[in-house]
Nanobody, 127 residues
Framework: QVQLVESGGGLVQAGGSLRLTCVASRRTFGRAFSAYTMGWFRQAPGKGREFVAAIVGSGVTTSYGDSIKGRFAISRDNTKNTLFLQMNSLEAEDTAVYYC????????????????WGQGTQVTVSS
Protein backbone atom coordinates (compact mmCIF):
# COMPACT_ATOMS: atom_id res chain seq x y z
CA GLN A 1 0.00 0.00 0.00
CA VAL A 2 1.26 3.45 -0.94
CA GLN A 3 0.28 6.54 0.95
CA LEU A 4 0.42 9.85 -0.90
CA VAL A 5 -0.09 13.22 0.76
CA GLU A 6 -0.55 16.41 -1.23
CA SER A 7 -0.01 19.95 -0.02
CA GLY A 8 0.46 23.45 -1.40
CA GLY A 9 -3.01 24.22 -2.62
CA GLY A 10 -4.81 27.44 -1.78
CA LEU A 11 -6.42 30.58 -3.11
CA VAL A 12 -4.53 32.62 -5.70
CA GLN A 13 -5.39 35.39 -8.11
CA ALA A 14 -5.42 34.79 -11.84
CA GLY A 15 -1.92 35.11 -13.23
CA GLY A 16 -0.37 33.91 -10.00
CA SER A 17 1.60 30.79 -9.15
CA LEU A 18 1.42 27.84 -6.79
CA ARG A 19 3.65 24.87 -6.16
CA LEU A 20 2.03 21.59 -5.20
CA THR A 21 3.92 18.89 -3.35
CA CYS A 22 3.15 15.20 -2.96
CA VAL A 23 5.06 13.08 -0.49
CA ALA A 24 5.00 9.29 -0.74
CA SER A 25 5.18 7.40 2.50
CA ARG A 26 8.57 5.78 2.78
CA ARG A 27 7.26 3.20 5.21
CA THR A 28 4.52 1.84 2.99
CA PHE A 29 5.93 2.43 -0.45
CA GLY A 30 7.41 -1.02 -0.84
CA ARG A 31 9.35 -0.65 -4.06
CA ALA A 32 11.68 2.26 -4.61
CA PHE A 33 9.92 5.54 -5.33
CA SER A 34 11.90 5.76 -8.56
CA ALA A 35 10.13 2.63 -9.83
CA TYR A 36 6.84 4.52 -10.02
CA THR A 37 5.53 6.82 -12.67
CA MET A 38 3.91 9.74 -10.85
CA GLY A 39 1.07 11.82 -12.11
CA TRP A 40 -1.09 14.81 -11.30
CA PHE A 41 -4.79 14.85 -12.06
CA ARG A 42 -7.46 17.40 -11.24
CA GLN A 43 -11.20 17.46 -10.81
CA ALA A 44 -13.25 20.61 -11.15
CA PRO A 45 -16.74 20.86 -9.64
CA GLY A 46 -19.23 18.88 -11.68
CA LYS A 47 -16.58 17.43 -13.98
CA GLY A 48 -14.61 14.22 -14.31
CA ARG A 49 -11.01 13.78 -13.33
CA GLU A 50 -8.60 15.28 -15.87
CA PHE A 51 -5.00 14.38 -16.59
CA VAL A 52 -2.60 17.22 -15.81
CA ALA A 53 0.95 15.83 -15.97
CA ALA A 54 3.05 12.72 -15.51
CA ILE A 55 6.71 11.95 -14.99
CA VAL A 56 8.49 8.64 -15.28
CA GLY A 57 10.55 7.21 -12.46
CA SER A 58 13.87 8.56 -13.66
CA GLY A 59 12.40 12.01 -14.24
CA VAL A 60 13.66 12.07 -17.81
CA THR A 61 10.29 11.92 -19.55
CA THR A 62 7.31 14.12 -18.79
CA SER A 63 3.88 14.51 -20.32
CA TYR A 64 1.25 17.22 -19.99
CA GLY A 65 -2.44 17.61 -20.63
CA ASP A 66 -3.50 19.80 -23.53
CA SER A 67 -5.14 22.38 -21.28
CA ILE A 68 -1.87 23.10 -19.48
CA LYS A 69 -0.34 24.91 -22.49
CA GLY A 70 3.19 24.98 -21.09
CA ARG A 71 2.19 26.77 -17.89
CA PHE A 72 2.89 23.90 -15.49
CA ALA A 73 6.02 21.88 -14.79
CA ILE A 74 6.17 18.49 -13.10
CA SER A 75 9.30 17.31 -11.33
CA ARG A 76 10.37 14.85 -8.67
CA ASP A 77 13.04 14.29 -6.06
CA ASN A 78 13.57 10.57 -5.70
CA THR A 79 15.88 11.04 -2.73
CA LYS A 80 12.95 12.52 -0.80
CA ASN A 81 10.08 10.47 -2.29
CA THR A 82 8.53 13.75 -3.39
CA LEU A 83 6.64 14.93 -6.44
CA PHE A 84 6.11 18.56 -7.42
CA LEU A 85 3.86 20.54 -9.71
CA GLN A 86 4.87 24.14 -10.39
CA MET A 87 1.84 26.02 -11.68
CA ASN A 88 2.33 29.42 -13.31
CA SER A 89 0.01 31.85 -15.07
CA LEU A 90 -2.96 30.33 -13.30
CA GLU A 91 -6.39 30.83 -14.77
CA ALA A 92 -9.86 30.57 -13.25
CA GLU A 93 -10.33 27.37 -15.27
CA ASP A 94 -7.52 25.77 -13.25
CA THR A 95 -9.72 25.78 -10.16
CA ALA A 96 -10.04 22.15 -9.04
CA VAL A 97 -8.99 19.57 -6.52
CA TYR A 98 -5.54 18.33 -7.54
CA TYR A 99 -4.56 14.73 -6.90
CA CYS A 100 -1.24 13.01 -7.14
CA UNK A 101 -1.14 9.38 -8.19
CA UNK A 102 1.40 6.59 -8.48
CA UNK A 103 1.70 3.88 -11.06
CA UNK A 104 4.21 1.07 -11.00
CA UNK A 105 5.69 1.04 -14.49
CA UNK A 106 5.80 3.28 -17.52
CA UNK A 107 4.01 6.58 -17.86
CA UNK A 108 0.34 6.87 -18.68
CA UNK A 109 -2.22 9.63 -19.02
CA UNK A 110 -5.12 7.38 -18.11
CA UNK A 111 -6.63 7.66 -14.68
CA UNK A 112 -7.45 3.95 -14.61
CA UNK A 113 -3.78 3.03 -14.99
CA UNK A 114 -2.81 4.56 -11.66
CA UNK A 115 -2.79 2.33 -8.61
CA UNK A 116 -2.51 4.74 -5.68
CA TRP A 117 -4.04 8.14 -5.04
CA GLY A 118 -3.73 10.94 -2.55
CA GLN A 119 -6.65 12.71 -0.92
CA GLY A 120 -6.24 15.85 -3.02
CA THR A 121 -5.51 19.51 -2.40
CA GLN A 122 -7.83 22.35 -3.39
CA VAL A 123 -6.62 25.02 -5.78
CA THR A 124 -8.86 28.04 -6.27
CA VAL A 125 -8.02 30.76 -8.77
CA SER A 126 -9.95 33.99 -8.51
CA SER A 127 -10.49 36.05 -11.65
Amino acid sequence: QVQLVESGGGLVQAGGSLRLTCVASRRTFGRAFSAYTMGWFRQAPGKGREFVAAIVGSGVTTSYGDSIKGRFAISRDNTKNTLFLQMNSLEAEDTAVYYCAARYGTWSTRESDYDFWGQGTQVTVSS
